[in-house]
C-alpha cells in the first residue's frame, strides 16, 4: 500500500458562531506524498484557508481522520510550516534575526540549524543582506526572507495561504519562481492555496479544484510539464490547454 505524508479522510469542519454554523468543509478527501507539491484552488470563501488551518494543527476538524505520517494530527508532532500573503518580518530586526526567530521561540537556535540557515541566505542570494533590515529589500526578497524562515525549522508540509498576491504582477511570476525551486531543491511537501490558475499550474505537480462552500473536492488536475521552473512551464504549449480545463471546472461553481 503507497504511504501518503498526509491524508485527510472524509474531513469536516463546521464552524460555530454566535449568530449560527457556517459549514466550511465537506467530505473532503486528500492525500499527498512526501516530496509532492500540490496546490488548491477554488472560489473565494470556499474553505481554502481553514483546510491549512486543519492541516497546521490549528483547527480540529468536526468530523473525519487527518493523518501526518500515519500518525493522528492531534497526536503530530512534527513542524508545519505556514507561509502568508503578508512576510510579517518585523522591521527593527536584522534579516538574519528574522531568521533566527523561529528557532528562537522554538527553542532551537543550535550550531547546526544556525549553518543550515547560513546555508540557506547564501544559497538563495541573501548573504549580503544578512545585516540589513527588511525595509531594505524588495517585495520578493522578502518573501524568500519569510519562506528561509520557514525553512530552518525542517518543516515537514509548508502551508503557502496566497503567499504572492500583494505582489505586483511582475515581482510575483520572479518570486513564485524562486520560491518554486527553493521548495523543490530543498524537496519539501508543499499545499499552495491559490485563487490563480496559472500560479497553481505553474508551480505544481498536482492542482486539486475545491467546490463552493461547503468545500469538497471536484477534480484533481495531475500536471506532467516536465520538470522545468515555473516561468518556463508558462511558455509549455500544454499550458494553456491546462488552464481552460480547470478555469472551466471553477466557472461551473
Ligand atoms: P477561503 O480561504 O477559501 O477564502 P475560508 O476557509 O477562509 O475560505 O472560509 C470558508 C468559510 O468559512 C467562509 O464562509 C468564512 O466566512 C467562514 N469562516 C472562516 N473562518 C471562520 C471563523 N473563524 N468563524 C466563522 N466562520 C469562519
Ligand atoms: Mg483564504
Request: hydrophobic share 40%; net charge positive; charged share 25%.
Amino acid at each position: 500500500m503507497e504511504k501518503y505524508l498526509l491524508e485527510m479522510q472524509n474531513v469536516g469542519l463546521i464552524y460555530q458562531t454566535k449568530t449560527g454554523e457556517t459549514e466550511a468543509l465537506k467530505d473532503l478527501n486528500l492525500k499527498i506524498k512526501q516530496g509532492e507539491f500540490v496546490a488548491i484552488v477554488g472560489p473565494s470563501g470556499c474553505g481554502k484557508t481553514t483546510i491549512l488551518s486543519i492541516v497546521s494543527g490549528i483547527l480540529p476538524a468536526t468530523s473525519g481522520k487527518v493523518f501526518i505520517g500515519g500518525e493522528d494530527i492531534a497526536q503530530n508532532k512534527k513542524y508545519v510550516g505556514y507561509m502568508f500573503q503578508k512576510d510579517q518580518l518585523f522591521e527593527w530586526r536584522s534579516i538574519w534575526n528574522n531568521v533566527m526567530l523561529g528557532l528562537e521561540i522554538n527553542k532551537q537556535k543550535t550550531e547546526e540549524n544556525m549553518q543550515y540557515a547560513n546555508g540557506l541566505i547564501e544559497r538563495y542570494g541573501l548573504s549580503d543582506f544578512a545585516n540589513k533590515k527588511p525595509r531594505e529589500l524588495s517585495g520578493g526578497m522578502r518573501q524568500r526572507v519569510a519562506l528561509i524562515r520557514t525553512l530552518v525549522l525542517s518543516p515537514e508540509i509548508l502551508l503557502l495561504d496566497e503567499p504572492f498576491s500583494a505582489l505586483d504582477f511582475q515581482t510575483r511570476l520572479n518570486v513564485c519562481d524562486d520560491v518554486a525551486t527553493i521548495i523543490k531543491r530543498e524537496k519539501k511537501t508543499a499545499i499552495l492555496v491559490t485563487h490563480d490558475i496559472s500560479e497553481a499550474i505553474s508551480m505544481a505537480d498536482k492542482v486539486v479544484v475545491l467546490t463552493k462552500r461547503p468545500a469538497t473536492i471536484k477534480k484533481v488536475f495531475q500536471i506532467n510539464l516536465k520538470g522545468d521552473t515555473p516561468l518556463k512551464r508558462r511558455e509549455n504549449p500544454s499550458f494553456s490547454k491546462l488552464f481552460n480545463e480547470i478555469w472551466k471546472e471553477l466557472q461551473y461553481e
